[in-house]
């Protein structure tokens, strides 16, 4: 097998149209769904290398609908695993082998954007892997987490969905980008922007880092999942043909949020490259945007240390429940 690829990003970056415009350019397995090895199946099953846990997580697992879209037989997979699993990571490896082997290819990606608190323990357990972190701007997520009502601010908070939604973008960004310099020649960072308005220039890039054709004519002509259809959460602009994905936020986003949304994370906006609307100073409301985001940055980091060393994802999610249709 060729190195495997990690997407990664803040959720609503783009993962899914870049996973995507890799497989319209032919050569990686498609598996139209996330593993989620790290955040969900470890902390749901345990510890991997118990008999009993691997039992359990494969029972569960070939009764999910991940299985049903791997293509895979049963017993076999079912075989490998017991024989070659002690971890999420092994897991991974075992089930996305097995799929490219299947559809005759050498190569698979993972585009599970929660992957980025796991980058290091990732690098590790898969030395020859590759990251691609896709970057967007914060606003344009902010209100497509909002919309699909993914924003998950504190429970006292909900009023401040689009804010709680930009501090998490800042969280999850600067994370990625930090474990992305550790991991030094294996990590790209690319712009949703540049993705969208400018694909060509961007694929051939992408292309030398990966060591992979992507030939922009063949992407097109295949245009697997949202290449062609676009996963949005604003429906209604495909339905009216004006679907814009980039700067949606100067229209859509409400003015007073907006003000305070560059007052939060205008600072790391700006370091990232994007303009702000409000680019005044506003030192009168430095306390409580300080504060604000000092009670985010323990909330993030808190549930993010939960999610993986409680039952939490036990309590919140079914495995077998998991699937992403990419």
Same mark, same amino acid.
């Given at each position: 097998m060729k190195p495997p690829v990690f997407i990664v990003g803040c959720p609503r970056s783009g993962t899914s149209f870049l996973y995507h415009l890799l497989l319209s350019a032919g050569g990686f397995a498609e598996f139209h769904t996330q593993m989620n090895a790290f955040d969900v199946l470890e902390p749901i099953f345990g510890d991997l290398s118990v008999p009993k846990n691997k039992k359990?997580?494969?029972?569960?697992? $070939?009764?999910?609908?991940?299985?049903q879209v791997s293509g895979l037989d049963a017993a076999d997979i079912e075989a490998k695993v017991m024989a070659g699993c002690n971890n999420g990571s092994d897991f991974l490896r075992v089930v996305m082998d097995e799929v490219a082997r299947k559809q005759g290819v050498d190569r698979w990606i993972d585009s599970t954007p929660t992957n980025i608190p796991h980058m290091l323990r990732i690098g590790r357990d898969f030395p020859e892997a590759q990251f691609i972190h896709i970057i967007r701007d914060a606003r344009d997520i902010a209100l497509s987490l909002d919309k699909h009502?993914?924003?998950?601010?504190?429970?006292?908070?909900?009023? *401040?969905?689009?804010?709680?939604?930009?501090?998490?973008w800042e969280w999850i960004v600067r994370k990625g980008r930090k474990y992305g310099a550790m991991l030094g020649p294996k990590y790209m960072?690319?712009?949703?922007?540049?993705? #969208?308005?400018?694909?060509?220039?961007?694929?051939?890039?992408?292309?030398?880092? $990966?060591?992979?054709?992507?030939?922009?004519?063949?992407?097109?002509?295949?245009?697997?999942?949202? #290449?062609?259809?676009?996963?949005?959460?604003?429906?209604?602009?495909?339905?009216?043909?004006?679907?814009?994905?980039?700067? *949606?936020?100067?229209?859509?986003?409400?003015?007073?949020?907006?003000?305070?949304?560059?007052?939060?994370v205008g600072q790391y906006l700006v370091e990232?490259?994007?303009?702000?609307?409000?680019?005044?100073?506003?030192?009168?409301?430095?306390?409580?945007?300080?504060?604000? *985001?000092?009670?985010?940055?323990?909330?993030?980091?808190?549930?993010?240390?939960?999610?993986?060393?409680?039952?939490?994802? *036990?309590w919140m999610v079914s495995y077998s429940d998991i699937l992403i249709d990419k």
């Open positions: 359990t997580m494969m029972r569960e697992w $070939l009764g999910s609908k991940a299985f009502k993914w924003s998950r601010p504190l429970p006292w908070d909900r009023k *401040r969905s689009l804010l709680a939604a930009g501090l998490y960072e690319v712009r949703y922007e540049d993705l #969208v308005e400018q694909p060509q220039p961007l694929l051939n890039r992408i292309g030398e880092f $990966l060591g992979h054709d992507l030939d922009y004519a063949r992407i097109q002509q295949a245009s697997v999942g949202s #290449v062609k259809n676009p996963l949005t959460a604003f429906k209604e602009e495909l339905k009216e043909g004006r679907f814009s994905p980039v700067g *949606r936020w100067k229209n859509k986003f409400p003015e007073d949020r907006l003000v305070w949304f560059e007052r939060l990232m490259g994007y303009p702000l609307a409000h680019a005044e100073s506003n030192s009168q409301h430095a306390l409580a945007v300080r504060a604000l *985001r000092l009670e985010y940055r323990y909330f993030y980091s808190f549930k993010q240390w939960a999610k993986v060393n409680t039952p939490l994802s *036990r």
